[in-house]
């Protein structure tokens, strides 16, 4: 039989690079398909005003075209990023802090209205006072000196509890001008005996039965 030269013959196919082709394909495919982050295209300047204007989460992040979702997930990713949020909010939190103060004190301000003047518009000018409001007093104390100034429902209960009830049974008089016939049981003496609360007082108010001992 003839034989086969190797002039002839071409060189078995490398499996490795072959397999290995299908993944890097997969690879770049990843990574056309996935989404590129918009982090890097966020205004920040507008995020600042947004939040020193008292804005939440998720009125910010609508204004930059992303989900609340996405918007946490930049603040996980970002240190920075969410550092500098909390610095901007704390701006709006101490222009509140100090309005409320101002409000708790007692404040004077500049208002503005419209007068027609001539018939034309004009604008005027007045210094308005507005007195200390006590329901900023009371919020601002109760923040502030929870210790001294919260509600507090404190019981304090200290000694004994004695309870004394009598039991008063009242019957007709038998004769016209006859006395009245009151007994009056004294819940000390209802204590003593070991019958039922009712039962005592029926025995009681029948009187002493035959082999009752007296006291």
């Not at 419209?114 to 507005?130: C, D, E, I, L, S």
């Not at 039962?199 to 009752?212: K, V």
Request: charged share 30%.
């Amino acid at each position: 039989m003839p034989t086969k030269t190797s002039k002839g013959t071409s060189p078995p196919p490398n499996r490795r690079a072959a397999s290995a082709a299908p993944s890097t394909k997969l690879a770049k495919r990843a990574k056309k398909i996935g989404r590129p982050s918009k982090f890097g295209t966020v205004d920040m300047a507008l995020v600042q005003k947004l939040a020193e204007y008292g804005h939440d989460d998720k009125f910010m992040a609508t204004c930059c075209g992303v989900s609340e979702v996405t918007w946490n997930a930049w603040k996980k990713g970002h240190p920075e990023f969410l550092k500098s949020l909390k610095d901007w909010k704390d701006v709006a939190d101490n222009e509140v802090v100090k309005a409320l103060f101002e409000r708790a004190k007692g404040c004077s301000c500049i208002e503005e209205r419209f007068v027609m003047q001539n018939g034309k518009p004009k604008v005027v000018r007045a210094t308005k006072y507005y007195p200390p409001d006590p329901t900023s007093m009371i919020f601002w104390l109760k923040n502030r000196r929870a210790a001294e100034w919260r509600d507090k429902q404190e019981l304090q209960h200290s000694g004994g509890l004695s309870v004394h009830v009598s039991i008063t049974a009242d019957k007709p008089p038998e004769a016209p001008g006859a006395a009245e016939d009151n007994t009056i049981i004294d819940v000390t003496e209802v204590r003593r005996a070991n019958l039922p609360t009712s039962l005592q007082a029926d025995r009681l108010l029948e009187g002493p039965h035959d082999g009752d001992e007296g006291p």
